[in-house]
């Protein structure tokens, strides 16, 4: 027995696809719908209880312009880098990330989740396991939240390779990070679909590394 339907959360947890090319960019989405995203976010798990995260909206035509200057400065090199795509899967998604460069700026809004830290460096694998930890499930959380009221996002990261220049035109102070960067939009069409991915007793382990979980 369980007070949810499992039928609904299963279907959201396993088909809140990264949106690009579905975004829908001639409508403009609720300021209220937004922060209704974030407020559920923040109740994603974090190490101690620190309520240390922020979060960026930007929806000034300017701002989101000069930011997808910098997506697309990272972004198309990394993808004429990354080659031929090895199958039509890789392909799709690499045809779709190239559509979300070229229209970063016309997404209705940008959604940049925040620390207000740096993230820790040289200090071993633990320290950044809980610094991003206590940040990134809560971004996952806004996209189900999303999802939920027909809203698209896509997960991306091309733009922090400019972050200081970001952070600079947002007036983000040097100590806070930003951790990825949320088209987010309406979708355009029905639903999604499941993606394959590996099966899981390939990937689980019981006791012992390697040994079949039955
Ligand atoms: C840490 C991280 C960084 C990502 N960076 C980008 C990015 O910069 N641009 C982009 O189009 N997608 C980006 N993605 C989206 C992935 O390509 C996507 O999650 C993956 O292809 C699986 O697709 P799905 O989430 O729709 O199932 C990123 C995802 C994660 C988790």
């Known amino acids: 027995m369980t007070e949810f339907d499992l039928s609904q959360t ?3 947890l396993t088909t809140t696809k990264q949106v690009r090319k579905r975004l829908d960019l001639t409508r403009d989405v609720p ?9 559920i976010a923040g109740h994603a798990p974090m190490g ?3 309520q240390r995260n922020r979060w960026m909206i930007v929806t000034d035509p300017e701002l ?3 930011i997808a200057g910098f997506y697309a400065a990272v972004g198309r090199p990394y993808l004429e880098a ?5 199958d039509d899967r890789m392909g799709r998604v690499i045809d779709s990330t190239v559509y979300l460069i070229d229209h970063l700026a016309e997404a209705p809004a940008l959604v940049i989740p925040l620390r207000l830290d740096r993230p820790p460096s040289g200090e071993g694998f633990d320290n950044a396991s809980g610094y991003y930890g206590s940040v990134l499930p809560g971004v996952w959380s806004f996209q189900l939240a999303a999802r939920s009221r027909g809203l698209g996002s896509c997960w991306t990261t ?4 400019h972050e200081r220049q970001v952070a600079e035109m947002l007036g983000i102070p040097e100590s806070v990070s930003q951790v990825a960067l949320l088209p987010v939009a309406y979708y355009t069409g029905d ?3 499941r993606a394959p991915r590996r099966d899981v007793g390939e990937i689980t382990f019981l006791n012992q590394w390697k040994n079949p979980p039955s």
């Open 10 to 12: 299963d279907r959201l």
């Open 64 to 66: 989101k312009a000069e």
């Open 48 to 50: 101690g209880n620190a």
């Open 31 to 39: 300021m209220d719908v937004l922060l209704e995203c974030i407020e």
């Open 82 to 86: 990354a080659g031929t795509p090895a």
């Open 191 to 193: 639903t999604f679909h």
């Open 158 to 161: 091309f733009h922090l390779g």
